[in-house]
């Protein structure tokens, strides 16, 4: 089975810096996807990591470390429409993506 | 290009009725998804197909829920008779990639069932 933790809420400051930390134990890792959920809305796709390391995608960067199980989602220059969940995803082995309970980001002025 | 289409957004019905949900993917994307997502929560897989096939279903309470893909393309998923905790937002995805290629998915907007 796969186990995933990730915070459940955070508070950030318009223009400043938030890392929204997650752990994952799994067998046969596949990658691990991070998705943006507004309130009452679907899921989007935000990054995917597959090897150790940072992928960067204009504000938003992500950071994968196999060894250790872990990954976080970099948001920098915080914006208003920044509040959302924030659902970090694991895939592996032939099983579909299975989600974290997602982490709720509020940011305020 | 269109995206994931589900219908109907709302749905409120009593314990014990039966209720069916509609997903048309994304054109071309041969996998397709059912999520549950209860408030508060991540998405929990229900069901995924590859084409017209079930390649997981472990977690569908089958005692109540089925879905079926014909022709590969639309999807439904039926509760019956639902329960009061099946209240949820159930979220149809597609991907382009087969069962053991972890993709992008692509959601839509959801199903919000209510269970009085």
């Known amino acids: 089975g796969q186990n995933i933790d990730q915070p459940t809420e955070m508070t950030a400051t318009e223009g400043a810096i938030v890392q929204i930390n997650c752990t994952y134990q799994t067998s046969g890792f596949n990658g691990l996807f991070w998705y943006q959920q507004h309130a009452g809305e679907a899921p989007t796709f935000l990054s995917y990591?597959?090897?150790?390391g940072l992928e960067e995608k204009g504000r938003f960067s992500s950071f994968l470390s196999r060894s250790k199980g872990y990954s976080y989602l970099l948001l920098k220059e915080l914006q208003m429409k920044d509040s959302a969940s924030y659902l970090c995803a694991v895939g592996s082995g032939n099983t579909p993506l299975v989600f974290g309970k997602g982490t709720r980001l509020s940011v305020i002025a | 290009e269109a995206g994931v289409a589900q219908s109907p957004r709302y749905k409120i019905i009593e314990k014990r009725q039966s209720v069916a949900f509609w997903c048309n993917p994304i054109?071309?994307?041969?996998?397709l998804y059912w999520y549950q997502q209860i408030l508060g929560q991540g998405p929990k897989l229900l069901i995924q197909?590859?084409?017209?096939?079930?390649?997981?279903d472990s977690q569908l309470p089958k005692d109540r829920f089925s879905a079926e893909r014909l022709k590969g393309v639309d999807s439904t998923l039926k509760i019956q008779p639902a329960k009061l905790e099946d209240s949820a937002v159930y979220l149809c995805a597609s991907s382009a990639g087969g069962p053991l290629l972890t993709g992008e998915l692509f959601f839509g907007e959801g199903s919000r069932l209510t269970v009085l």
């Open positions: 990591n597959v090897l150790d």
């Open positions: 054109s071309g994307h041969a996998t």
């Open positions: 197909f590859q084409n017209n096939g079930v390649v997981d």
